[in-house]
């Protein structure tokens, strides 16, 4: 039916990827040695007990010379161990650091882009228009605060002088004469249609 979902994304395998994957499986067949070693040892440290119980002392010491080369080997062997896995957390770290290492070139990349966008010019004159509002925006809140300096003072009261000598044009005065109240009340009443007594009503 082939792949319904597109193609499956590879990853990517580096060489640390791989020298970490040879250095885990070389310690892993460290350690099952050591286990079959470990095993080795008991069987014969009983096999050389049970030597000198029937009276074979020099198979007993023979028995025990062995076993004690091989704990030489396993304690090799334990440091072999060690050793692995020291390098397979120093290759790990390494890669951690090399993530930091591209994360930082990409970022700064990016601050190199921005700064050619936005120059040191550009950012003292943004700051000074910034600035030049806030302070006109202060002046203004000082006005609507009341704190008007006296010549500030004298051009409002200035202002107020000319509107009230008639400067300011105000709308003309209708010359039609109203009709009196109850004059205009009789007209309706006589243009209201009366009702017909309700006697009338029945009798038609």
Do not use: W
């Amino acid at each position: 039916m082939g792949n319904l979902f597109g193609k499956k994304k590879q990853t990517r395998v580096t060489e640390q990827d791989k020298a970490i994957l040879q250095l885990k499986q070389q310690r892993d067949k460290l350690r099952q040695y050591q286990k079959k070693i470990s095993l080795q040892l008991e069987k014969e440290r009983l096999l050389a007990k049970q030597l000198l119980k029937d009276g074979k002392k020099e198979k007993a010491l023979l028995l025990l010379k062995k076993k004690r080369y091989q704990d030489q080997l396993l304690d090799k062997t334990e440091n072999q161990i060690s050793n692995l896995e020291r390098m397979v957390q120093d290759l790990e770290f390494a890669q951690i650091e090399r993530k930091v290492i591209d994360g930082l070139k990409v970022g700064n990349e990016c601050l190199k882009k921005m700064h050619e966008v936005m120059s040191i010019e550009e950012v003292e004159r943004i700051m000074d228009e910034t600035q030049d509002a806030v302070e006109y925006q202060r002046q203004i809140d000082e006005m609507l605060a009341g704190s008007l300096t006296q010549e500030d003072e004298d051009a409002v009261l200035a202002e107020l002088e000319a509107i009230t000598q008639g400067d300011v044009e105000l709308p003309e005065v209708p010359s039609d004469k109203l009709p009196d109240v109850p004059e205009a009340t009789e007209k309706k009443e006589r243009e209201r249609p009366r009702k017909k007594p309700e006697r009338e009503l029945l009798a038609a």
